[in-house]
């Protein structure tokens, strides 16, 4: 009698033990369920237009299920009733990473939850309800592939760029500041930072520079760096720090801005209303400064960094007679002042005959007996980035002459009826006799005749 108790305790236990695993298998299954699949979509109606999850958007975030369920979200279905208020109240549900640090905040992004599109680049359907009161599934989304190329080749729309700008001026400052940047740009970094300490910008002893005084060093350019170290790699270039370059997200408005903050003075005075201003050029398309030496400085590397843009004068200075820009010997920033001119042309004079003559000064004058052209402009006959002809001339004499002088007044083929050219037009041409082109001092010189 004794035994057969005990093997019905025996049996009684097992079966408590089996239906305890059985429970335990349905809870584990049932939670899984609940949660969102990193390759799947969810529609929930509510508001103007139904609210789309997508699993693989927050995957491709680093998160996994339990970071939501259950410290967000209960595993209940249906727990989670987002009123209107709760969008910035910002403590709970969606908006406890959605409020503008982890993730974008609800204000000025309704579209991106309502409806608009779905994170996989699928148009988001309109939630309808069928007769047994479900929604339908949701359209199939894009590959993987598909959009994480559409992600990373996705532009900031230009209200967005200045919505971002404006909050990284209300973000605070980082609490270690440089030692912070330097953990990540270091000298295996895409952009490293560590030649930066062998320039002026960042001498300690100078109170103008970022790093002087009790200036915030890097962060004095790039602008508050919080939300720059708390976002994810994706991230880093779109909005959460102000770069620099022409290929920037930041709008070349703001990069300037931060440059002229120190750069307003001498050379760069007349920079606003420039012509490189109003063509919306950044100061770090031309100017590199996390190096030992800005390339745009040095004489020789000068001209490779304005020819960038400038191709029609770089095609002339490969022609036969030309300024010795390409030895070094010439600069771009000698005859030219990028940052603003008095005239036109991005002169470093007011006029382009007062600059050449600074260089050609046997050319300037006064003189007894003046030559028109030379008096008002040399481009009149010289081409000065480069051309086929001798001394930069725009054309070959006596065409070039012959342009203002009429030959009418001044026979240019022989008299004796023969068609050859006249000896006038052979070798030099009009300079056989009128040696004094740009003027003379000789009391017989009316006609530059010497």
């Given at each position: 009698m004794g035994m057969v108790k005990t093997r019905w305790k025996t049996r009684e236990?097992?079966?408590?033990?089996?239906?305890?695993?059985?429970?335990?298998?349905?809870?584990?299954?049932?939670?899984?369920?609940?949660?969102?699949?990193?390759?799947?979509e969810l529609?929930?109606?509510?508001?103007?237009?139904?609210?789309?999850f997508s699993g693989k958007a927050h995957a491709d975030k680093g998160l996994v299920c339990k970071d939501c369920h259950t410290g967000i979200f209960k595993r209940e279905k249906g727990n989670a009733k987002i009123a209107f208020e709760d969008h910035s109240a910002g403590k709970q549900y969606c908006f406890a990473c959605h409020n503008g640090t982890k993730a974008y905040a609800p204000e000025g992004?309704?579209?991106k939850c309502h409806g608009n599109k779905s994170p996989s680049g699928a148009p988001a359907a309109p939630a309808v309800k069928d007769e047994a009161?479900?929604?339908?599934?949701?359209?199939?989304?894009?590959?993987?592939?598909?959009?994480?190329?559409?992600?990373?080749?996705?532009?900031?729309?230009?209200?967005?760029k200045a919505a971002a700008v404006e909050r990284l001026k209300q973000t605070p400052f980082s609490k270690e500041g440089v030692n912070t940047c330097v953990g990540c740009h270091d000298e295996d970094n895409e952009y490293p930072i560590f030649p930066l300490f062998k320039t002026k910008h960042a001498a300690a002893a100078d109170p103008r520079t970022p790093f002087g005084?009790?200036?915030?060093?890097?962060?004095?350019?790039?602008?508050?760096?919080?939300?720059?170290?708390?976002?994810?790699?994706?991230?880093?270039?779109?909005?959460s720090i102000i770069n620099f370059g022409k290929n920037a997200w930041t709008p070349v408005k703001d990069q300037n801005e931060k440059c002229l903050t120190c750069h307003q003075t001498h050379q760069r005075?007349?920079?606003?209303?420039?012509?490189?201003?109003?063509?919306?050029?950044?100061?770090?398309?031309?100017?590199?400064?996390?190096?030992?030496?800005?390339?745009?400085?040095?004489?020789?590397?000068?001209?490779?960094?304005?020819?960038?843009?400038?191709?029609?004068?770089?095609?002339?200075?490969?022609?036969?007679?030309?300024?010795?820009?390409r030895e070094g010997k010439v600069a771009c920033s000698d005859c030219h002042n990028v940052h603003g001119e008095d005239g036109t042309g991005l002169l470093v004079k007011a006029s382009l005959r007062e600059k050449c003559v600074s260089c050609h000064a046997e050319k300037r004058g006064p003189f007894l007996w003046e030559h028109a052209p030379v008096a008002?402009?040399?481009?009149?006959?010289?081409?000065?980035?480069?051309?086929?002809?001798?001394?930069?001339?725009?054309?070959?004499?006596?065409?070039?002459?012959?342009?203002?002088?009429?030959?009418?007044?001044?026979?240019?083929?022989?008299?004796?009826?023969?068609?050859?050219?006249?000896?006038?037009?052979q070798v030099k041409s009009c300079l056989n006799c009128h040696s004094a082109v740009h003027g003379s001092n000789h009391p017989s010189g009316s006609t530059l005749l010497r």
């Amino acid at each position: 009698m004794g035994m057969v108790k005990t093997r019905w305790k025996t049996r009684e236990a097992a079966s408590a033990f089996l239906l305890f695993f059985a429970a335990l298998c349905a809870i584990v299954f049932a939670a899984q369920a609940l949660a969102v699949p990193d390759d799947e979509e969810l529609v929930f109606e509510g508001g103007p237009k139904p609210v789309i999850f997508s699993g693989k958007a927050h995957a491709d975030k680093g998160l996994v299920c339990k970071d939501c369920h259950t410290g967000i979200f209960k595993r209940e279905k249906g727990n989670a009733k987002i009123a209107f208020e709760d969008h910035s109240a910002g403590k709970q549900y969606c908006f406890a990473c959605h409020n503008g640090t982890k993730a974008y905040a609800p204000e000025g992004n309704c579209n991106k939850c309502h409806g608009n599109k779905s994170p996989s680049g699928a148009p988001a359907a309109p939630a309808v309800k069928d007769e047994a009161g479900k929604a339908p599934a949701p359209v199939p989304a894009a590959g993987p592939a598909a959009v994480k190329q559409a992600a990373s080749t996705a532009p900031v729309a230009p209200m967005s760029k200045a919505a971002a700008v404006e909050r990284l001026k209300q973000t605070p400052f980082s609490k270690e500041g440089v030692n912070t940047c330097v953990g990540c740009h270091d000298e295996d970094n895409e952009y490293p930072i560590f030649p930066l300490f062998k320039t002026k910008h960042a001498a300690a002893a100078d109170p103008r520079t970022p790093f002087g005084g009790a200036n915030n060093k890097c962060e004095s350019c790039h602008g508050p760096g919080s939300i720059h170290i708390k976002a994810k790699k994706d991230e880093k270039r779109g909005g959460s720090i102000i770069n620099f370059g022409k290929n920037a997200w930041t709008p070349v408005k703001d990069q300037n801005e931060k440059c002229l903050t120190c750069h307003q003075t001498h050379q760069r005075i007349e920079w606003k209303g420039s012509t490189h201003e109003f063509n919306q050029v950044a100061c770090a398309s031309c100017h590199s400064i996390h190096v030992v030496k800005d390339p745009v400085r040095d004489r020789l590397q000068q001209p490779r960094v304005c020819l960038t843009c400038h191709k029609s004068e770089e095609s002339e200075l490969h022609l036969r007679s030309r300024h010795p820009v390409r030895e070094g010997k010439v600069a771009c920033s000698d005859c030219h002042n990028v940052h603003g001119e008095d005239g036109t042309g991005l002169l470093v004079k007011a006029s382009l005959r007062e600059k050449c003559v600074s260089c050609h000064a046997e050319k300037r004058g006064p003189f007894l007996w003046e030559h028109a052209p030379v008096a008002e402009d040399c481009m009149l006959c010289h081409a000065p980035h480069g051309t086929n002809q001798p001394a930069l001339l725009n054309k070959r004499v006596p065409q070039l002459c012959q342009q203002c002088h009429d030959p009418s007044g001044h026979p240019s083929t022989r008299l004796d009826g023969s068609k050859l050219p006249s000896a006038y037009l052979q070798v030099k041409s009009c300079l056989n006799c009128h040696s004094a082109v740009h003027g003379s001092n000789h009391p017989s010189g009316s006609t530059l005749l010497r």
